[in-house]
């Protein structure tokens, strides 16, 4: 019976689980049709050729045989569409499992750049810690205030040395004009936990409108 499915399928362009990659849930009504024509015509050739007509009991079996073959047929197609179905599965799981990968992967990459920027920042904190050595330049009008203002931030112990340039020449825009003033500019050696007390001192004191400016150590010396 095997070998019979295999003919009628074959004949009916229904192939079976291994050759075909596509099939249609259930055999068509002209595939039913050709294959109890083929019944008909197997069990012809088999009574005899001087038989004219089928009997009842032969139109019986051709019946049963062209039923059995047509489920067996459909059976083999069900199994076809499970496999193919399993396939697609598959496929869209490989799918799944590499966009998973990517996302993964895209993730460790953003933790990495995190951490850098954490460390980055981690420093920087590092630098503006109380005790970060800074340098703090203020200009004066004159030397003496410069070299007087000095001598009080570093009796106070909010300074370890400084130096006093005693010319410069400070340029400045007012009143839509450009102007050019002499001046002197204090140069002390502190930390930042000293700053805002320094900043005291220079505001409060009798020099004019100074300016104070505060940079890193590493610039400074």
Same mark, same amino acid.
């Given at each position: 019976?095997?070998?019979?499915?295999?003919?009628?399928? !074959?004949?009916? +362009?229904?192939?079976?689980?291994?050759?075909?990659? =596509? *099939?249609? %849930?259930?055999?068509?009504?002209?595939?039913?049709?050709?294959?109890?024509?083929?019944?008909?015509?197997?069990?012809?050739?088999?009574?005899? %050729?001087?038989?004219?007509?089928?009997?009842?009991?032969?139109?019986?079996?051709?019946?049963?045989?062209?039923?059995?073959?047509?489920?067996?047929?459909?059976?083999?197609?069900?199994?076809?569409?499970?496999?193919?179905?399993?396939?697609?599965?598959? #496929?869209? &799981?490989? #799918? =799944?499992?590499?966009? +998973?990968?990517?996302?993964?992967?895209?993730?460790?990459?953003?933790?990495?750049?995190?951490?850098?920027?954490?460390? $980055?920042?981690?420093?920087?904190?590092? &630098?503006? !810690?109380? +005790?970060?050595?800074?340098?703090?330049?203020?200009? =004066?009008?004159?030397?003496?205030? $410069?070299? $007087?203002?000095?001598?009080?931030?570093?009796?106070?112990?909010? *300074?370890?040395?400084?130096?006093?340039?005693?010319?410069?020449? !400070?340029?400045?825009?007012?009143?839509? /004009?450009?102007?050019?003033? %002499?001046?002197?500019?204090?140069? &002390? /050696?502190?930390?930042?936990?000293?700053?805002? +007390?320094?900043?005291?001192?220079?505001?409060? *004191?009798?020099?004019?409108?100074?300016?104070?400016?505060?940079?890193?150590? !590493?610039?400074? %010396?």
């Amino acid at each position: 019976m095997p070998f019979l499915i295999l003919i009628f399928l !074959s004949t009916l +362009n229904i192939q079976p689980l291994h050759a075909q990659e =596509t *099939a249609s %849930p259930k055999i068509n009504e002209d595939q039913v049709a050709s294959i109890t024509r083929i019944v008909r015509h197997v069990t012809k050739g088999i009574v005899g %050729p001087n038989q004219e007509t089928l009997t009842p009991e032969q139109e019986t079996l051709i019946t049963q045989i062209s039923q059995q073959l047509i489920q067996e047929a459909n059976v083999v197609q069900a199994e076809q569409n499970q496999i193919n179905h399993t396939r697609q599965e598959n #496929k869209n &799981l490989v #799918k =799944t499992i590499v966009l +998973n990968v990517s996302k993964g992967i895209a993730i460790i990459v953003a933790l990495l750049v995190l951490r850098a920027i954490i460390k $980055a920042i981690g420093r920087g904190t590092k &630098l503006e !810690s109380p +005790n970060t050595p800074i340098g703090v330049m203020i200009t =004066t009008s004159t030397t003496e205030q $410069a070299l $007087a203002l000095g001598k009080q931030i570093i009796d106070q112990n909010w *300074a370890t040395g400084g130096s006093v340039t005693p010319t410069l020449q !400070s340029l400045y825009r007012k009143d839509d /004009k450009a102007y050019v003033t %002499p001046e002197a500019m204090l140069m &002390l /050696k502190t930390t930042n936990q000293h700053l805002p +007390n320094i900043i005291t001192q220079t505001e409060t *004191a009798d020099i004019g409108a100074p300016e104070i400016i505060a940079l890193s150590r !590493s610039i400074i %010396p």
